[in-house]
């Protein structure tokens, strides 16, 4: 057998590294046009998206390029005149703005702010509007809530009504569905039937994961269960699976998020553990990964976006007794003291008035989204300590770097900064220039991007589970 290189490059779950492959469309473009739906193959209807943001415009980009008529309903102005103007609002979304001009221009694609007119012509609402957390970690309801109060005094008989954003447990039987009665009139599951369907994709490539990820629909019984598939088979290529409860369908987006959290948290503390004896983390986590049933993912200072550091508390705010759950979150969140921790060790002690540098603000590289970022609490803590902080992202502008209570660093210019700390795994970080930084005394690498970066004498690196102290 071959000698092979450490780490392996063999296959690895990690990261989404594993491409599924796209599915061909199998549909006879266009469908034959029927009003009202009945959920026959071959068939479309008229579908309204409720909230066209990141995830909802390519969702309806995607339902009107599969022949349905498509009416994007936001509260946005701005975000209604695009799309009404054919113009797509969100960035760094492959194919989008390409299917929301051309869906635009067949005249199966517009928008407007009057969910309640959208739902009364629509056969299908899909709801696709945050559900976020409060300051005590509980869900915050308030778009949800005042989205289905729109829509539900429109709700009429043979309405197929459908959740696509993350709820806690129960919550489309036992929130949502007796709100879209009392609106209506009208009796769930016996007029109009409700499904959740978790959207799953991954910012930046969501019209293929459309494609490739298995859509997972539960109704409140059997016959909203068919009727929901029937519409996510119609406009869909991926693989479509029928759960025996919207319950189920609940759980399974929780479940499979709070286990990467989980699971982050377990590659943390092994990264601890492996500066602990010495050893490098990046090695071992892709010795063990080449067993097929290992899947550990990477350490680093913590969990950033909408999506994973949230939905562990949707968990936990119906079952407080998954201490595993508790437990991963604090790990996670207690992972940017290791980047504070190092660079007070490095400036030998106090941080007052010491110039540190932040590189990516963001939650993660090439994605311009706030939320959850772990830089937020980074810079916080940073300048809690005394430092004077910087920041820089490519994706930010001087305006929104300040907006975070830091002063913007420009790429390429001349910088006092002491301590440098990566937030994100950006490729451009392989560019930087220690000549950038004469005063330089520590390179935090929080995402383990930078090990190769060359550093003069006397500059230390410190990695997560991969700087061992004293190696520098
Ligand atoms: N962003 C992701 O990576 C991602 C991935 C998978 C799933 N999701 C799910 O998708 C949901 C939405 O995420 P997103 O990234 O599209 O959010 P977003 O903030 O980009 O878009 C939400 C849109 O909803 C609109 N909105 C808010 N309240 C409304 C209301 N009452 N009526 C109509 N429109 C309203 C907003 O104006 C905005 O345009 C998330 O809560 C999550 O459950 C997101």
Known sequence: MPVVQRPSSGPSLLGGSIVLPVNECRHDLPPRRVSPWTGEAGTSGTVAVVGAGKMGLPLAAQFAGHGWDVIAVDVQEAVVAAINAGRSHIGEEPGVAELVASAHAAGRLRATTDGAAAARESDVVVLIVPVMLDAAHQPDYRYMDSAVDAIAPSVHTGSLVIFETTLPVGDTRGRFAPRLEAASGLRAETDFVVA??????????????????????????????ERAAAFYDAVLDAEIVAMTSAEAAEFSKLADTTYRDVNIALANEFAAYADRVGVDIREVIAAANSQPYSHIHQPGLGVGGHCIPVYPHFLLSRAPELSLVARSREVNDGQIEIAVAAVREAVGGSLQGVPVLVLGITYREGVKELAYSRAIPLLAALRDAGASVSAHDPLLGDDEIRALDAEPYRWGERSDARAIVTQTGDARWRALDAAWFPDLSILVDGRNSLSGLPLPAGVAYRGIGVGVPGRS
């Open 196 to 225: 959740f369907s978790p959207e799953r994709l991954y910012s930046g490539a969501a019209l293929r994961n459309l494609s490739t990820y298995p859509k997972l629909v539960g109704g409140l019984s059997a016959a909203s269960t």
